[in-house]
Structure formats: C-alpha cells, structure tokens
C-alpha cells in the first residue's frame, strides 16, 4: 500500500532526520537475567528486545536428540502489547517463520558438534516494535550466546536496508518500513565473513540491491563493534594497580 508521505526529501533527510546510511540509536547491555545461561536487552530505534539463552542442557523428550550434534531452538515472539493494534498471544505463521530462520542462522555460528544430545534455547521477546525486529532479535541472541559462553566461531549480528521513494538507505523506520517499497535482512558472522541470514521483501534491480547489501553490510560491522563493546562492559573488570610495598630497615643505632 503506497502513501502519500515523503519518506525522503530533495536533500536526502529521512522523516527522522537521518541520512541514507544512518543506523537508528542502538543500545546494547548484557547480561540483565540471573536466572538465564546468558542474556541481553537492546534497544534498536523504538525496538526494545530482550534474549535469554538456556543450555546446553539434555534434550527432551529423548527421541528429538541428535547424537551428533546439539539442537538450536530459537522462539521469537511479539508481546501482545509490543505494537498499537493489540496482539493475539502466542506464535503465529510470521513468528513460526522468524523462529526457524534465526535458528538456521545460529546453527551456523555456533560449535553444535560439540554437544551432542543437548538442546540449546534461545528466547527472544519483542517487548516494543518499531521495525527491523529480526534484526534485533538475532542481534540480542548474539550477545546473549557469548554471554551464556557457547563456544562460536562469530558473534552473529543482523542489519537491514531497503528501499524508500526510490532511494536505496540503511535500517529502515516503521513508516519507512510500511510504505516503502523493499526491506532486505542480512545477518553476518563477520569475522569470518559468512552470510548467515539473507531476505528480501519487495522489489530492487541488481544495482539497487547491490547498494542495499553494502549498506545492510556495513551496518552488520558497526553494531558488531557495539555488540563487543557492551560485553567488555559487563566482563571487563578494573585492576587497580599493586601497591608496592617497600620494606624499611630500622637504622641502626649507632
């Protein structure tokens, strides 16, 4: 459905005031759940996403083990009260298939043959959205993974760009989302460079979508750095320096 609004003016300024490859204020803080494996919370825009990794742990009942490898489980789910139009509790078909993608993309990152018969789960609530939560979502489970200690070969870490009155820009708004005309996820491990997740939702020619994966690419390793940053923050403990302590002869008396 196309809109009347202008998503982006003559002199490139979106409706929120960034430029074509601007990333909405992001913040990152792990470890915020006690009872969690490992855990994150992340704001993304208006995007507010909470993580919680439990596991390894036994995989029950039984006959869902894989003796070869651990079972990655991720839930994402939308609180009723996350968007303006109430929503029915419980998954639906879009949450079923966000589910299953983050969870292909996780088992790309994360050393499962090294816990046979487990299941590790991996849950993540959308508490506010905006636009962009899968992004958000496989970001948080991310951090909360390197939080939990689950041996990866990478952080992964997820960005969009799309496509908005004919512009190609980065980590689309809610109305740029609504009424633009392509949103294109992609999620990375970037150290390693892989592609780990990769949608698109819309219309681009080659170019454009060339230009939109750049874009979603960088801001893959910008929030990445983020993602380091914000578990330095919790891990990182400040050594004071020793004193040194010298021991003083008494003089002796002449």
């Given at each position: 459905m196309k809109s009347d609004i202008k998503l982006i003016d003559g002199h490139g300024k979106r409706l929120d005031g960034r430029k074509a490859d601007e990333l909405r204020k992001i913040k990152i803080e792990a470890g915020v759940l006690h009872r969690a494996d490992g855990s994150c919370y992340l704001e993304w825009g208006g995007n507010k996403v909470l993580a919680a990794?439990?596991?390894?742990?036994e995989a029950i009942p039984k006959h869902t083990q894989n003796p070869l490898k651990a079972i990655v489980n991720a839930r994402y789910n939308m609180a009723s009260f996350s968007v303006e139009d109430r929503k029915r509790p419980g998954p639906d078909r879009r949450s079923v298939e966000i589910s299953k993608v983050i969870s292909e993309a996780l088992e790309r990152v994360i050393?499962?043959?090294q816990f046979p018969r487990t299941m590790i789960n991996v849950n993540i609530e959308v508490l506010d959205a905006e636009a962009g939560t899968r992004c958000a979502g496989l970001t948080a489970a991310g951090v909360a993974l390197a939080?939990?200690?689950?041996?990866?070969i990478d952080i992964p870490v997820a960005?969009?760009?799309?496509?908005?009155d004919g512009h190609v820009v980065l980590d689309l708004g809610q109305k740029e989302d609504n009424f633009g005309d392509a949103d294109l996820p992609l999620g990375l491990a970037p150290r390693i460079n892989e592609v780990i997740l990769l949608q698109m939702d819309g219309h681009l020619t080659m170019d454009e979508f060339n230009k939109a994966f750049e874009l979603a690419h960088?801001?893959?390793?910008?929030?990445?750095?983020?993602q380091k940053k914000a578990l330095l923050e919790k891990y990182e403990s400040?050594?004071?320096?020793?004193?040194v302590v010298q021991d003083v002869q008494p003089e002796e008396s002449e």
């Open positions: 990794v439990y596991g390894p742990r050393l499962i043959e939080d939990a200690g689950i041996p990866m960005c969009a760009a799309g496509k908005i960088h801001g893959c390793l910008v929030v990445s750095e983020m400040v050594v004071q320096p020793e004193e």
